[in-house]
């Protein structure tokens, strides 16, 4: 059974840095795509940033150029490093596989705050 463990979020100033990192069970070759999305309250669940087996990234508009999605295959993890965040990424975050089936994490909260 396929399982994704997300940490690495947490509270941090407007202008700061975190490192988000979702673990899988299996090897992260075994799925198409790698993805992160992101939840704010009272706002639907939005794509952040992908990245496909291949190697291609894409990312939402809001977040290029501060955000970079990577992967470390003998880690199993693939990463979400989050740079000058603001108060609007504020969201709990969801790792998210595509294989045979759509797999999701449990969340983790990053709160960008003052």
């Known amino acids: 059974q396929v399982q994704l463990l997300e940490s690495g979020g947490g509270l941090v100033q407007p202008g700061g840095s975190l490192r988000l990192s979702c673990a899988a069970s299996v090897s992260i070759f075994t799925f198409r795509t790698l993805a992160w999305y992101r939840q704010a309250p009272g706002k639907e669940r939005e794509l952040v940033a992908a990245?496909?087996?291949?190697?291609?990234?894409n990312y939402a508009d809001s977040v290029k150029g501060r955000f970079t999605i990577s992967r470390e295959a003998a880690k199993k993890t693939v990463y979400l490093q989050m740079n000058t965040l603001k108060p609007e990424d504020t969201a709990v975050y969801y790792c998210?596989?595509?294989?045979?089936?759509?797999?999701w994490g449990q969340g983790t909260q990053v709160t960008v705050s003052s």
């Open positions: 990245v496909t087996s291949t190697g291609s990234t």
């Open positions: 998210n596989a595509l294989a045979g089936g759509t797999y």
